[in-house]
């Protein structure tokens, strides 16, 4: 059955937007971020494509985004690591763990588990062993791919990026790990120090912009479109939507879009956003609301009921409109949004 609501998926942009980062990761291998169904575009159309342009590396969160996935002939690490309980799958041979904590670390071996990455915390203090755990021995004899770590303000100009990048450094040829890896996007804007053997990106491949040194390459890729479900004539001085935020100071031509807030379209854009056809913008009018949202169709005034309107969802723009994070813009996206790759 055909949904009012689609997203439009550029899959030439993504590549694109892989490739850039690949060469500025320089010798390093680039691979991708796909936790959160690939960052809300869909998981396994991300890594399809990406794996096509030659992606050979994948990040999920937890062992059931990494069996949704299926078997696609890339390596997948699941950033989480293994709980008692993930064991059976982590066995299966579906994806490696990133080892996260000491207790995971004993899981693994006893296990004879194999082959694992390794999270080493830097400064972030979120997930990791600490570098004098490394130093005392407690990854020895691992068999190690990627030992990481991950970078805590790379958006920013901090001092304690160049420290992570240090720590990262000192652990070089410390361990077995054939490879270190530290960049998510922003990190990889921050040069060539940071791209170790293997970056991570994920907002920019999707069309974020994390560091103004990325805005002139990243592609713009999710564009939802919706369909409009009723067309009204507001007269001057009426209201429109929950709490009456929006009066007609003239007469004024409105669709009722079938997206809201549940769809990922944040209330943030009320009275903030807009939807384009062709040159025409078209802004939201009063209050996003769960399902439907209004906007203004003065500049294309032939729109009828069952047309289909573009959403304007360029991300750093959206993000300073709607108060949402890009990342929080593009995982928020619903599962009633129809994804077409084209
Ligand atoms: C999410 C994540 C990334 C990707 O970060 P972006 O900021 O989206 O590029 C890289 N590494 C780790 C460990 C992550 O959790």
Known sequence: MSAPLRLRLDAAALTDNWRALDRMSGAAACGAAVKANGYGLG?????ERLAGAGCRDFFVATWAEAAALGDLGVGVSVLHGVREEDMPTARSGVARPVLNTVTQIARWREADGGRCDVMVDTGMNRLGISVEEVGQGLLDGLEIDTL?????????????????CAALQGLRGRTGAKRLSLANSAGIALGADYAFDLTRPGLALYGGVPRGELAGMVRHVVTPEAQILQRRTLASGESIGYNALYTATAPTEVA?????????????????????????????????????????????????????????????????LSGMSQYELLTGLGARAERIWA
Not at 43 to 47: F, K, L, P, Q, S
Not at 149 to 162: F, Q
Not at 268 to 281: I, K, L, Q, T
């Open 43 to 47: 998981a396994r159309g991300v890594v």
């Open 256 to 320: 009722i879009l079938n997206i809201g807030y549940a769809d990922g379209y944040w209330r943030g854009f009320s009275n903030a956003g807009a939807a384009r056809v062709g040159d025409a913008v078209l802004p939201v009018l009063g209050r996003v609301s769960m399902d439907l949202t209004a906007i203004c169709v003065d500049a294309a005034p032939e729109l009828a009921e069952g047309d289909w309107v573009a959403i304007d969802y360029a991300l750093p723009h959206a993000a300073s």
């Open 148 to 164: 990481m770590s991950h970078l805590a303000c790379a958006d920013e100009d901090s001092p304690a990026n160049a420290r992570q």
